[in-house]
């Protein structure tokens, strides 16, 4: 009774294992993507049109659209150079990226058809602003 | 032979039991451990958020260590072995600022380290912005 017990029991106790260190190590790479994703995001939106700007320093700032998703896709190549990065959307107002993190490899929770490598992804947004002076504004 | 295999029983139960006692150990031990890098990347993030914003050089240093402490109490990162460098010798407008947070986590942070200790880093680096003009 007790082995047939084991038998059940110790597989489930795996995969449980597997979901704490390997869901773990994933949470935490997620945590890095996001980081990644909103750091390239704001080196692309510190991009803005300097030209704009003097024409009329009176109207919002805005950003210059392919040197905004150049600055983003060479923040992502010097930082992590492992991860993929795309610019799903930029115009003057905003940009958008998306980041693709290396593979993360799968341990115990293979016994469970994960893996053997994921990717995680993330996404980030930033657009130029004024007056920052201290982060969270 | 009914006490025989009662015996058995008793014996494989007790293991099942003690392996079942040192896979929720170590499950806590690792969700503590994921716990503190999730913090350590936060604060190395805000940490380095907080030095790219820095107005002058001389401040990136304390900018980010003052951030860095504050996000790190947040995480319950408290056991005093927080460390928060900021390498700013990229430090320029358009250039970056790089943050690397460390800890240590003991006994204090995990009851099941009773004796070891483990050390975790993570780092961030972040754009100086082109275009500021910030107050000392």
């Known amino acids: 009774m007790s082995t047939a017990f084991i038998a059940v029991l110790l597989p489930a106790l795996l995969v449980l294992a597997g979901l704490a260190i390997d869901g773990g190590q994933v949470l935490v790479v997620r945590r890095e993507t996001q980081a990644l994703a909103d750091g390239a995001a704001r080196a692309g939106a510190a991009e803005i049109d300097e030209a704009a700007a003097r024409i009329d320093p009176s109207v919002p700032i805005v950003l210059d659209p392919a040197p905004a998703a150049a600055a983003a896709t ?49 996404s980030g947004t930033a657009e130029p602003r004024t007056g920052i002076t201290a982060p969270g504004q | 032979m009914r006490h025989r295999r009662r015996a058995h029983a008793t014996v494989e139960m007790g293991f099942l039991a003690l392996l079942l006692v040192v896979v929720l150990l170590g499950m806590v031990s690792v969700a503590g451990i994921v716990q503190v890098e999730m913090g350590l990347a936060a604060v190395a993030e805000e940490a380095a958020r907080a030095a790219a914003m820095a107005p002058s050089v001389a401040l990136v240093q304390e900018r980010g260590q003052n951030r860095g402490a504050a996000v790190g109490a947040g995480y319950a990162l408290r056991n005093g072995s927080l460390s928060v460098t900021v390498d700013a010798s990229r430090f320029a407008p358009g250039g970056r600022v790089r943050a690397i947070a460390a800890y240590r986590v003991t006994s204090a942070d995990l009851p099941m380290l009773v004796a070891g200790t483990v050390d975790l880093h993570r780092e961030h680096t972040e754009v100086v912005p082109r275009f500021r003009s910030l107050p000392p």
């Open chain 1, 74 to 122: 060479a923040y992502i190549a010097e930082v992590a150079p492992t991860a993929q990065i795309v610019v799903t959307q930029v115009d003057p107002t905003h940009i958008a990226v998306r980041v693709t993190s290396a593979p993360v490899h799968i341990s115990l929770l293979q016994l469970a058809r994960v893996g053997p490598t994921v990717r995680v992804q993330a």
